[in-house]
């Protein structure tokens, strides 16, 4: 800790960003508001767009999204009570339900450890003092910026099991490349690999944070001979550890909600080869826009919401043990 | 820096410097070519004439150059205007969703007030109720505030904050020293004084991240658009692609043509603004000891 | 702390502006136009350079034919259009027309999405469309939307292909038995690799549905209410899919659908498979990308002599969504939009197969050469064509049973297993 102090004293000795104004300390205290008041006063007031825009925007809709779970909503005519049904057809009705669930828990066990992984790497990588850098990171952040079908029909191509450029590039390695998107057991590894291709997002996050990361600290570390492996765990992961913790809670939360690339790579959102690629968004959107049952989709949609409340509580929970924030408090 | 080594030394350093950017470029470019072959079939799609679209098996190079796709495809719908509207919508939405998102982490990042972890949580919260089930229920809202077929659906909730932005940007905050804040409080400076004079140029990087992130997902945002715009003179780029795709036939050459250059713009304000990156570097430097 | 407040106003200043601006634009976006017409608002999905003009013509002709009504027409992406649609009607400000799935009409109806338009009609509006058309949009004995356009399935086959395979070219497959026969003639093999395959049930715009109830005498699914999922005739369909498959083997099928699955190169054009199913439209793509194609056509072979060229069918509608301000107005322009002059531009020009009956046969006499054979052979195959409404007691049978067909055509079970998993599954699924 006694570093940050003169850390701390350097910074404000170099740069002298805030505006000498001495005697409002003093007018403050005039004015008799304590510091917890101010506090108080000041963090309302700058959260108050928020507040405004869940009150005014967001927790009507969720409320209403809420109340509908608990009827036989169809989104034009009816909105009958029914109190548990829609919860209780989930258990004991709906088949497709639990493979839904199945298909979605998969995906996301893959998904956020593969993807937070390489990002990480990735970023690490583009840290690196390396010629023509600029145009490595677009490239990389190039697919994160591409959306929408095309980029979906683009790797329906790429994932042909005869003719497309994975199993051509397998091939080269002596490797008969799977029939993917074909194949039950394989939907959902290709929806990982495209995944992966585009983690140049996740990457961006990092990058943003390895920038807070001081050159000084390694030069220390290189002067005790420590190798790289020890300077990227003892330096680089603490250091970025607030970035992972939300990438991870972020990711599973997205992960759980997978939708758009199995609506459009499956013939007309059906869920793929055996239902392999039906997942829990999926149902639900069939269920409210081609059923009409949005109160089905709603009591979805809320046990959804406390299952991924459950495991994001759990995060926080078990954050406070590993990430470690340079400002001091964790609270 | 290493003033006390004997040169040897100082030469092998160098060397395994040079070994390890050697090999880092290396697998930087052997990813690139992975990322960027997708790419290129895009690029080659767009200039494609139909005919050869059609062609078995398809062809990785063009056979001819037909540039003309891109002016044609530009000239089949009001192109202009709507990529007008999509600009005003995507900037005036990522001026919004910095300053509003920032200001909002600061305080959940920096100001103790009461309350603050329990609101931390519902603001977490909002993140998990996928947006379909509330949608039709927020297009009745903003029906009803007389919202439809303006901007307004599009931009106000830029201005009010999102969960996902106010997350990462307080997760960016917790680094900045607490010394530092209170330092400034001792010497009079308000919270808005500090956001704006310490946290703002202090979390650059992150800053341009969310703006970054926040204009690409303006600029590809279909299903607002479409929900709430009931004019086509304020359509926006991303529906104007759709136009492209048919019941029966997809015009894959102009389809392709459009979305490379619909790309574009976001691929070179990524391009310019990523040198704040490593300017942000300059003023950040560690604190850890 | 008082800049903090200066600052937050700002910005909600700057809301209220922009709240202002827009408010300005709603107001021109009235009911009526400024000589004093009625604006309907017509939603499509055809915003394409090849459909989009087609129906802006007919708009625009309907507009100038009389002085109260002003159509307005807006593209929304396929999809996203129903939607929207459903969040409009949701919020009371729905379009006044909107083109809409042919075979849903019921389960829009039921769930009060759709203005009822029998008082608008009557028996001879009624009559001049194709009787299994107008029968999709009848729920409870009323009508709640007009048939616009439909499709019908046929085979296409390269004559130059059957001459190499020493097969007559003006006599294409009449049944299964033949068509069998016919493709294993047409197969061109080179080592493993297929060069050319002669025939695969499921490519082109056909699924196992399609050949499951062309086998049972075009019986669906759900016949009449009752269930019929797991009959004899279905099974053996299925099974002769599976033959199919295990003659080509696995990766032939899986190499193929996927090269092509992309819609951009057609195996057909590139005369890579010799007879194809597809609907009429296909034709077009022939004639604009298939210069050097010698092909016919054919109706769909039948299980067994006598038994059916049976075909499935789809289309849209037009309808008015429920709450729209102007219906009167809206219906006025259905009722052009489905006449015979507007019918018969959009199939002149599409290529398309209209619900109208005058103006499909108007559209065979204008049409010459191979545009008229084709098209006259999609007319007379209506016929042969058979809607498969979705009922309401089944609201997303499909979801049910395709899974099922897909484990039997993966080999996980036998087709018997699935076909009786699947009818157990839609039964549980049953709506009161």
Avoid at chain 1, 172 to 195: C, R, S, V
Avoid at chain 2, 266 to 288: A, C, D, H, P
Avoid at chain 3, 330 to 347: C, H, N, R, S, V
Wanted: with cysteine; aromatic share 14%; net charge neutral.
């Amino acid at each position: 800790m006694k570093s940050s102090e003169s850390t701390l004293a350097h910074r404000e000795a170099g740069t002298n960003i805030i505006p000498e104004r001495k005697s409002t300390n003093a007018a403050v205290k005039k004015k008799g508001l304590s510091r917890k008041a101010k506090d108080n006063l000041a963090g309302y007031l700058f959260i108050s767009p928020w507040i405004i825009g869940f009150l005014g925007l967001t927790l009507g809709p969720l409320l209403f999204s809420l109340a509908a779970s608990f009827t036989d909503y169809n989104i034009t005519s009816k909105m009958n009570f029914i109190g548990l049904e829609n919860y209780k057809r989930m258990f004991t009705m709906d088949d497709l339900f639990r493979t839904s669930l199945y298909n979605t828990i998969y995906y996301v066990i893959f998904s956020v450890p593969l993807t937070t992984a390489g990002a990480i790497l990735l970023a690490v990588l583009l840290n690196q003092k390396v010629k023509g850098m600029k145009f490595f990171r677009t490239i990389y952040y190039l697919p994160a910026i591409l959306s929408g079908v095309a980029v979906y029909f683009l790797w329906m191509q790429l994932l042909s099991p005869s003719t497309g450029l994975v199993n051509t590039m397998l091939g080269w390695f002596g490797i008969e490349g799977p029939a993917w998107l074909f194949d039950p057991e394989w939907t959902k590894p290709a929806l990982l690999l495209m995944k992966m291709w585009s983690v140049g997002g996740g990457m961006l996050l990092y990058l943003a944070s390895l920038q807070g990361v001081s050159s000084q600290m390694y030069e220390a570390a290189d002067i005790e001979g420590a190798t790289a492996w020890q300077k990227f765990y003892h330096i680089t992961l603490p250091m970025i550890s607030p970035i992972i913790f939300f990438d991870v809670i972020t990711s599973t939360i997205g992960s759980f909600q997978i939708f758009q690339e199995a609506y459009v790579m499956t013939e007309n959102g059906s869920g793929g080869p055996g239902n392999s690629l039906l997942f829990y968004n999926l149902h639900m959107w069939n269920n409210a826009f081609e059923v009409f049952d949005m109160g089905y989709a709603s009591a979805m949609a809320w046990l959804l919401f406390i299952i991924v409340m459950i495991l994001t509580v759990l995060n926080m929970k078990l954050g406070k043990r590993w990430v470690h924030y340079e400002g001091g408090d964790g609270k | 820096m290493s003033q006390a080594t004997a040169p040897r030394f100082y030469e092998t350093k160098k060397f395994k410097e040079n070994v390890k950017l050697t090999f880092v470029t290396l697998l930087l470019i052997a990813g690139s070519t992975l990322i960027l072959m997708p790419l290129w079939w895009m690029i080659s799609t767009s200039l494609k004439s139909p005919a050869e679209i059609a062609q078995y098996p398809p062809t990785f190079i063009p056979k001819e150059f037909n540039f003309s796709n891109y002016v044609e495809a530009w000239q089949t719908a009001p192109f202009t205007r709507w990529a007008m509207n999509t600009v005003f919508i995507a900037a005036v939405g990522t001026i919004g969703s910095v300053l509003v998102n920032s200001l909002v982490a600061y305080a959940f990042a920096k100001i103790r007030f009461k309350g603050r972890n329990t609101l931390f949580i519902i603001v977490l919260s909002t993140m998990l109720i996928p947006g379909f089930v509330t949608m039709v229920p927020q297009y009745i809202l903003f029906s009803k505030l007389g919202w439809v077929n303006t901007y307004l659906p599009l931009i106000v909730p830029a201005f009010l904050g999102s969960a996902f932005f106010i997350f990462l940007l307080r997760q960016f905050m917790m680094g900045i020293p607490n010394e530092l804040i209170e330092a400034a409080i001792l010497d009079g400076a308000g919270h808005l004084q500090i956001w704006w004079h310490i946290m703002l140029p202090l979390t650059k990087p992150a800053l341009i991240t969310v703006a970054i992130f926040s204009f690409n997902g303006a600029w590809n945002d279909l299903l607002g658009p479409l929900l709430y715009i009931n004019d086509e003179s304020m359509y926006t780029l991303q529906i104007g692609l759709q136009t492209f795709k048919g019941t029966v036939q997809t015009q894959w050459h102009y389809l392709m043509a459009m979305s490379v250059t619909v790309l574009l713009p976001v691929v070179l304000l990524f391009f310019f603004f990523q040198r704040y990156f490593i300017e942000g570097s300059n003023i950040s430097s560690g604190t850890k000891g | 702390m008082k800049r903090g407040l200066a600052f937050i106003l700002a910005v909600f200043l700057l809301i209220g502006m922009l709240a202002g601006c827009s408010g300005e634009q709603k107001a021109d976006a009235g009911k009526k136009t400024q000589d004093g017409k009625v604006v309907v608002d017509f939603w499509t999905f055809w915003g394409s350079e090849t459909r989009r003009p087609i129906i802006e013509k007919i708009i625009e002709d309907y507009n100038n034919s009389q002085d109260k009504v002003f159509v307005k027409h807006t593209f929304l992406p396929w999809g996203d259009i129903w939607t929207k649609n459903l969040a409009s009607v949701a919020a009371g400000n729905p379009a006044d027309v909107i083109i809409n799935d042919i075979n849903t009409v019921s389960q829009r109806a039921e769930n009060k999405q759709v203005e009822e338009l029998s008082k608008y009609i009557d028996d001879s509006f009624k009559q001049q469309f194709y009787p299994h058309l107008w029968d999709t949009v009848e729920y409870e004995g009323k009508a709640y939307a007009v048939p616009f356009n439909t499709d019908t399935r046929l085979l296409f086959y390269n004559k130059k292909a059957f001459k190499e395979a020493g097969l007559d070219p003006e006599k294409p497959p009449a049944t299964w038995a033949e068509l069998e026969e016919y493709a294993k003639k047409l197969d061109v093999k080179n080592g493993k690799q297929y060069d050319r395959v002669g025939f695969y049930p499921l490519w082109g715009s056909v699924g196992a549905s399609s050949w499951m109830t062309n086998a049972d005498s075009g019986k669906g699914f759900i016949d009449n209410g009752e269930l019929a999922i797991n009959t004899p005739k279905k099974v053996e369909a299925l099974e002769w899919i599976l033959g199919w498959k295990e003659r080509l083997g696995e990766n032939t099928v899986q190499a193929f659908q996927a090269e092509f699955g992309s819609e951009q190169a057609n195996p057909f054009i590139a005369e890579k498979v010799a007879m194809w199913v597809d609907v009429g439209t296909f034709y077009t793509q022939l004639r604009d990308y298939g210069q050097d194609l010698e092909f016919g056509v054919a109706p769909l072979p039948e299980y067994e002599e006598g038994a059916g060229n049976w075909a499935e069918g789809g289309g849209f509608v037009a309808e008015i969504p429920k709450g729209a301000k102007n219906p009167e107005e809206a219906m006025d322009f259905i009722k052009y939009l489905t006449g015979p002059e507007a019918q018969k531009y959009w199939a002149v020009k599409n290529y398309d197969n209209v619900a109208n009956i005058e103006a499909a046969e108007a559209t065979i006499e204008e049409l010459k050469g191979p545009d008229k054979m084709v098209y006259e052979a999609t007319v007379k195959n209506l016929e042969q064509t058979k809607m498969f409404p979705v009922p309401v007691e089944y609201p997303d049978y499909h979801s049910r049973i395709n899974p099922q067909i897909d484990n039997a055509l993966l080999g996980k079970t036998t087709p018997e297993k699935a076909l009786e998993k699947a009818e157990n599954d839609v039964e549980k699924m049953k709506k009161k």
